[in-house]
């Protein structure tokens, strides 16, 4: 018994001599690896034809238990423009929404390896670029969209007497659609919530393609959102939950337009929403990181209104 605490010093000198010199290298050599895979994550990946997202590490990995986690910043870009999300600080009189801190990641399954966390502000910066890009916009004419009633001032003056009176013979309308301000993304338990402005000028055609405004209307569009991961893209489906209708100006004076409800409901489930959810469904690339392959991953949706996570 005696022997015991000198065989243990001597055996514990001997393994703090050994272990770093054959440890080190093994480490090493990890460590390398690694690296070279996280390089390739600092690359530009391009977002269809109208901008691009770069991921990149922004610090160096932190070693927690069985696992190693990496934190990355995401820039997103429009091609031949300016950046969207801006890591350096906006220019001077561009409005800064306010950054939702991320949150700490949930506990990960038992039959997943890998979880990646995409915040709302990153979300949030894929559909500023699309506001920005116009591709959320859409003109629509009579007849463009089998599904909807004739786009005339008759179908209208069935509605709103006023439209009626103002034009007793019927002519063809056009409704404008645009998207003013970048939608605002918010992450809620099971459920993704889109609060989407739009305004809907309708244009009376006269001959010789003369246009006059009839009225314009703010639409208060409240989406629903459905994640799903295809291909290594986050793709993104919008369903309409309600509209709040607002009359901004009219040239037959003022009408109810909750007359407008029914109507306005079918042009967006019919023509506007399938356009973006066409935008919307090519997907947005995940990073390449750790050759880890998140197609079909799990998709959580996490009630801090701060985050979604992956898990393959």
């Known amino acids: 018994r005696s022997l015991l605490p000198i065989v243990d010093n001597l055996l514990a000198s001997v393994l703090n001599r050994l272990l770093p010199s054959l440890l080190c290298p093994v480490v090493d050599v990890a460590l390398g690896l690694v690296n070279d895979q996280l390089e390739l994550v600092n690359s530009l990946v391009p977002l269809g034809l109208l901008g691009s997202i770069q991921y990149t590490v922004s610090s160096l990995p932190l070693v927690t238990g069985q696992f190693l986690e990496v934190d990355l910043n995401t820039v997103v870009g429009r091609v031949a423009g300016g950046l969207v999300d801006f890591p350096l600080g906006r220019p001077e009189g561009v409005p800064t929404p306010p950054r939702v801190p991320m949150p700490p990641l949930p506990p990960m399954p038992d039959t997943s390896s890998s979880q990646l966390g995409l915040s709302v502000n990153f979300l949030s910066s894929v559909l500023a670029m699309l506001q920005k890009q116009g591709v959320l916009d859409l003109d629509i004419s009579s007849g463009m969209f089998p599904e909807l009633p004739p786009l005339t001032t008759s ?86 939950e309600k509209t709040e209708i607002s009359l ?65």
């Not at 404008?176 to 309708?202: C, D, F, W, Y």
């Not at 506007?272 to 995940?286: D, E, H, K, Y």
């Not at 990181?289 to 801090?304: M, Y």
């Open 248 to 312: 901004v100006s009219s040239s037959i004076g003022s009408f109810d337009t909750s007359l407008l409800d029914m109507l306005v409901e079918k042009i967006f489930n019919v023509a506007f929403l399938p356009t973006m959810n066409s935008m919307l469904g090519r997907g947005i690339p995940l990073p390449k990181l750790l050759n880890i392959d998140f197609s079909h991953a799990d998709v959580d949706v996490i009630e801090v209104s701060a985050w979604s996570g992956l898990f393959p």
């Open 155 to 240: 179908t209208l003056g069935a509605l709103i007497p006023a439209i009626f009176q103002a034009y007793p013979e019927s002519h063809e309308l056009l409704l404008k659609i645009e998207v003013p301000k970048a939608p605002v993304v918010t992450l809620k338990k099971n459920k993704g919530a889109i609060q989407l402005m739009a305004t809907v000028e309708v244009m009376v055609l006269h001959p010789n393609d003369v246009q006059k405004s009839l009225c314009l209307l703010n639409i208060d569009a409240a989406l629903l959102a459905q994640f799903s991961v295809e291909e290594h893209r986050l793709r993104i489906s919008v369903t309409l």
